[in-house]
Nanobody, 120 residues
Framework: QVQVVESGGGLVQAGGSLRLSCAAS????????MGWYRQAPGKQRELVAG???????NYADSVKGRFTISRDNAKNTAYLQMNSLRPEDIAVYYC??????????????WGQGTQVTVSS
């Protein structure tokens, strides 16, 4: 079994910063890509940022220059540093990990989400 747990959400004023963490644990051979997604009320879940095992990153246009994704492969953990937060960043943030659970099998796992609220 694999568990993915996010932490670090909370309430912050506009212009402030938060750092989210995503830790994967359990029977893990390795982790391929990890990604942060968010879902605002009444909207579809969208990709915020992704990172490969080699460190290549991609970002949604709306967060480029403000958010930074990183990971620690030894700890099976990914981070999302969020700066210059705006009210439009309000959402539940989810982490997804593409986990190798056997030598030939990858499976995606989601965390339970962490709420980010930005006050204007």
């Amino acid at each position: 079994q694999v568990q993915v747990v996010e932490s670090g959400g909370g309430l912050v004023q506009a212009g402030g910063s938060l750092r989210l963490s995503c830790a994967a644990s359990g029977i893990i051979f390795s982790i391929n890509a990890m990604g942060w997604y968010r879902q605002a009320p009444g909207k579809q879940r969208e990709l915020v940022a992704g990172i490969t095992s080699g460190g290549s990153t991609n970002y949604a246009d709306s967060v480029k220059g403000r958010f930074t994704i990183s990971r620690d492969n030894a700890k099976n953990t990914a981070y999302l540093q969020m700066n210059s937060l705006r009210p439009e960043d309000i959402a539940v943030y989810y982490c997804n990990a593409d986990v190798r659970i056997t030598m030939g099998t990858y499976r995606g796992y989601w965390g339970q989400g962490t709420q980010v609220t930005v006050s204007s």
